[in-house]
């Protein structure tokens, strides 16, 4: 055997032997078959597809790009961990298969056709990580660079979709008869953004409408763009590049992950490579390689992926810290910190105010901004993403736990003057983003034991009354309902510091009591 084969070898055991989930899809049929759940047939068909993801990413992770970087842990029972340093960190040996951020994110990217942000410095395999997942896709190397755009200060609009035909420009008597010559990588099912950090603004704003939008727009012709995972990369995206990216390209981002120093243990890899002449992207193994129809169909597997409501319920309750800022507006309503943001308000001086909260309790306080709706739907995706990946039917805690980082990483900017980064304990969080995240996400978890919410949680029980709709609810009922509404808020706010969650459940409250005195109104009419 050559020895280059190496490089295309593929475990023939299964990387994660389980059994595979069902999808949840919703068929007439499932009316006529009644408790019972759909037989061997409607299983086996459901997911070929994540074996050959994990399949994809083992050998990527192997053979292609060198990350022995496990920063996505799982455990199987206790795992093993040592203390390391004068710092006194902790080193973790998972008990279950465990993962590199760098190769399974964008990899789920790929899956789900959402958006990827490499960060690192120059030569830590960005770009060939991004050109990886363009053969995967089918295409070519050649292809693959050929269609990858790099940021470069002079780039103009035209570089970056295509140009009016000179002849048309010259002949034209009108807009309509001036064809375009789109630029190739406009139709790529992956698209890759070589240093996006230093493309200009104003074209900035044209890769924007493609990436938000999905079409690309010339002297009023339109260019629809097909469904596409992208991948953006930035040596600095912490205001570094030539120029400021723009704060709504930015959100456009889905998940951000970091490329890692290489591990110089590694080094005999790249000998080999060396000495036998070979590049892995050329090297990639034909059974690995997905369709169109195969990802459109790993992409609705997905969605198909339940969320308990155990782990919808964590996820609200955090995301409910961050977007209170009491002092921000007069109406309860406007007391966010959008509302400081719009108005150009002096931060420090409306904190200087809010003087009544525990600022090391509230987990508000550690940032300067909440979470977008835009955000909170990519965290969901790229958890389904996850369990999907693990062959799962439903997300767990854990799931949710190991994305939360990477999809906030640019979204949840942290308050360095907040006094949690003023504790010796936690300076390395000021530079360690990540690690940050998920210790903030573990601090919302405590809360929310010590709250035990899982089990006495009085605003769920009245919305999930309300969700089983009002159709032959009394007027006498409805009554009832809005008496206890008002008994639930008076109890709430007697005598409480306001905290996000707080502030959320009494939100839904209101909403809660509207609605019922719509109806309310409504049964009098009649």
Not at 149 to 173: F, S
Not at 212 to 230: F, K, R, S
Request: hydrophobic share 40%; aromatic share 10%; proline share 5%.
């Amino acid at each position: 055997m050559p020895s280059f084969n190496l490089f295309q070898r593929l475990s023939q055991a299964p990387t994660k032997p389980k059994s595979a989930p069902v999808a949840r899809q919703f068929d007439v049929a499932d009316l006529y078959q009644g408790p019972i759940a759909l037989g061997a047939e409607g299983e086996t068909q459901a997911r070929p597809f994540d074996e050959k993801l994990r399949q994809a990413y083992f050998w990527i992770v192997n053979h292609a790009i060198i990350s022995p970087h496990y920063d996505i842990e799982y455990n199987d029972g206790p795992s093993q961990t040592y203390s390391v340093g004068d710092s006194r960190r902790t080193l973790n040996l998972p008990s279950a298969q465990s993962y590199s951020s760098f190769i399974l994110l964008p990899l789920l990217t790929f899956a789900t056709r959402r958006k990827c942000l490499f960060v690192g410095g120059p030569g830590r395999g960005k770009t060939a990580s991004a050109l990886l997942m363009g053969v995967l896709a089918g295409s070519t190397v050649k292809e693959v660079k050929r269609a990858m755009q790099h940021g470069h200060p002079q780039m103009t609009v035209a570089d970056l979709l295509g140009n009016p035909l000179p002849a048309d420009l010259v002949n034209a008597q009108s807009m309509d008869d001036i064809r375009i010559a789109w630029r190739a990588w406009l139709g790529m099912r992956v698209k890759i953004v070589d240093e996006y950090n230093r493309i200009p603004t104003r074209t900035q704003s044209a890769l924007l409408t493609v990436m938000g939008d999905n079409y690309a727009e010339v002297l009023n012709h339109i260019y629809e763009c097909p469904e596409a995972a992208w991948y953006l990369t930035a040596n600095d995206d912490q205001g570094g590049g030539t120029y400021q990216v723009i704060e709504a390209l930015r959100d456009r981002v889905d998940v951000t992950v970091q490329a890692l120093a290489f591990n110089p243990r590694f080094l005999n890899e790249l000998l080999l490579r060396v000495e036998e002449n070979v590049r892995p992207e050329e090297l990639v193994p034909p059974d690995i390689i997905f369709t169109e129809g195969e990802v459109d169909q790993i992409g609705e597997a997905i969605r198909q992926v339940g969320i308990p409501d155990a782990v919808r319920r964590r996820l609200e309750f955090f995301a409910s810290q961050f977007e209170l800022f009491e002092t921000a507006g007069g109406q309860f309503e406007y007391m966010t910190k959008d509302t400081a943001r719009l108005a150009g308000a002096d931060r420090g001086q409306a904190q200087a105010a809010d003087n009544g909260r525990d600022r090391l309790k509230d987990l508000g306080c550690q940032t300067l901004n909440g979470i977008s709706v835009r955000t909170l739907m990519a965290l969901m995706i790229y958890a389904k993403a996850m369990a999907y990946f693990r062959g799962n039917g439903e997300v767990e805690l854990e799931d949710l736990r190991q994305v939360l980082p990477f999809v906030l990483h640019n979204k949840l900017q942290p308050d360095p003057d907040a006094p949690f980064f003023a504790l010796p304990e936690n300076a390395a969080y000021r530079s360690d983003r990540l690690g940050w995240l998920r210790r903030l996400f573990d601090l919302s978890n405590d809360e929310f034991n010590r709250l035990d919410l899982d089990r006495d949680d009085p605003v769920g029980v009245l919305s999930a009354e309300f969700d089983l709709g009002l159709d032959g609810v009394s007027e006498r009922e409805t009554l009832a309902r809005l008496n206890r509404i008002e008994k639930l808020i008076a109890e709430r706010t007697k005598g409480r510091k306001l905290y996000g969650p707080l502030y959320d459940d009494l939100l839904k409250l209101k909403y809660l009591h509207q609605r019922y005195t719509n109806y309310r109104s409504w049964l009098r009419s009649q």
